[in-house]
DNA sequence: TTGACATGTCACCGGCCGGTGACTATATTG
DNA sequence: CAATATAGTCACCGGCCGGTGACATGTCAA
């Protein structure tokens, strides 16, 4: 018996995470956490009132979401370039990211099958920083910018997820580095199809 | 006692049916197919040699993706446009065919999660399809077109998705038609940056 | 030291699950 | 009519689930 209530606690949560990144969220419930853990399922009732409390402290607890580094610590947005730079940059961002966050992709799957706090609480931190990145792009009429970047971000968030059950997505492969790069790469390309530097230029590579 | 084999067989695949639309996949099981088709639970295994059996033969029965008109039932494709055209008429077809039918939406929400007889025969002749048409776009190498393609569709799916779960993504609303409609024309109009016309046209309009 | 409280253990409940064996009722065929 | 195969019913099993009450054990303060 340690009788150590923080350190049970962290256990607590550690086995959480543990179990999503190792079977993903069907499998989560009250018993396969205790068991996890190593520890009595009535402590998870006692120290977090259950499941529900559970996840919010969880959602707390872990960095799932993390800004990119164009999003200051204050919110203010790096403005040092132009738009398709911020594009880039935050497609490169947001594809690794979500390569090397087994947990967060968890979340994500299960944000498509059900809500709860955790599920919640991860959307809520994606759609501010959605919201303040597209803002940057507001006086950009050509093309409907939020939906341009809300399908592509839709996009790579799905094949991100697919690859735990298919290695192909329309014959590109999403489960190795080098298909992510391809991925990347393509979608820069479309970025500077987006915003074409100036139309001299344009001619010029014709 | 109805003592019709075809019969029961049919009350069970519509149950299934009926039990994926209404409460998606996770609450599909034996006991509950069984519950809904007002059927006993062994006549599954008797009939279709438990949900696997069940699964294949509801993937047989319905028509859960059907091809676009662009590809004719040889498989031929009809190239009656030029390569914007096709590219967003099958962006129409797209969102149109998964807006209306929630079957097909579960069975893709669960091939995030795991993997059947069900979402193995779906994902199979997406895959094949979604091959037929980006083979239509070969020669076009100005930009990775397979990727952009993947992206946009996996970006369609994932909205698709989503909208049971929330009602926003990134400031788009994705449960409405109107927010649809904007969606499906934003992408026509960055189809229409993808492919321009020709460069005089461009310089003309701006 | 002793009592009170916090921490952790254990056993048990009802409910649902997948799966199966034994049964009844109907239809068919000789 | 009788024998047999087929369609459908029913009861039961073991296992896992979420949830709870009763208990044991350690800690700390009066």
Known sequence: MERDKDK??????????????????SNIGINAIAREAGVDK???????GGLSGLFAAFA????????????????????SSDLAEISKNFIRHYCNML???PVT????????????????????TREKQGLQVIALFDNYTEIDFPV????ITAGITYLSLR???A????????????GWERIEQGLVSLIDKMFPKNHLQKEADS
């Open 42 to 48: 009535v402590l998870i009732y006692r120290y977090f």
């Open 105 to 124: 992709r968890e979340i994500l799957r299960w944000e498509l099958i059900e809500r709860n706090e955790l599920t919640d609480s991860l959307a809520e």
């Open 8 to 25: 049970t606690k962290k256990k607590i949560i550690e086995a959480l995470a543990q179990l999503l990144a190792k079977s993903g969220f």
């Open 99 to 101: 390569r090397k966050r």
């Open 148 to 151: 341009v970047a809300s399908v």
């Open 163 to 165: 690859a735990k059950t």
């Open 167 to 178: 290695n192909v997505y329309s014959g590109i492969d999403i489960t190795s580095d080098k």
């Open 60 to 79: 707390e607890e872990e960095n799932l979401f993390p800004k990119p580094d164009m999003i200051k610590k204050t919110g203010e947005v790096k403005l």
